[in-house]
Structure formats: C-alpha cells, structure tokens
C-alpha cells in the first residue's frame, strides 16, 4: 500500500508481476499502465490512459493487492 497527498507516483514493477490493484489518483488526476488490466472497472480506458478517477483491475494472474492512493495526482505503474 502506498498514499501520498499530492502529485505523481510512479510505481516500477517485473515484467511478469501479477497482482490486483487498486488505484485512486484522487481529484483531477489519472492512472496510466504499461500493463494490460483485466476484470477492470473504473474509469474508461483509452489506450493505456484512464479518464479521471479510480481504477482496479489484475494485472497478470492477480494475487496479491497492490493499492495505490493519492489526494491528486498521477499514478504510473511502469514496468521494469
């Protein structure tokens, strides 16, 4: 779990991550991904931008929960 008040997060994860995320990037503020979400509801997905608003989704097979927050800004998850 990772919360900041404001700005950008930028989490880098392996190339062959699995997990189920949880991404809220509060106000004005987006979620992109190198990583294809499946199962996902949320914000629309345009290419790999969302519209506004929080995201969940699996990345992989899923597993674990990875939940990213912040009060406003953009959340990135790379892959490394």
Not at 18 to 43: H, I, K, Q, W, Y
Not at 72 to 79: A, F, K, M, P, W
């Amino acid at each position: 779990r990772y919360i900041s008040v404001t700005g950008v997060q930028t989490c880098a994860l392996p190339i062959y991550f699995n997990a189920f995320v949880e991404a809220d990037p509060g106000g004005d503020g987006r979620v992109r991904s190198d990583f294809t979400l499946t199962n996902a509801s949320g914000a629309n997905l345009t290419g790999k931008k969302r519209d506004k608003g929080p995201v969940s989704g699996q990345i992989g097979t899923g597993g674990k929960r990875l939940t990213l927050r912040t009060g406003d800004g953009t959340i990135r998850l790379t892959r490394y």
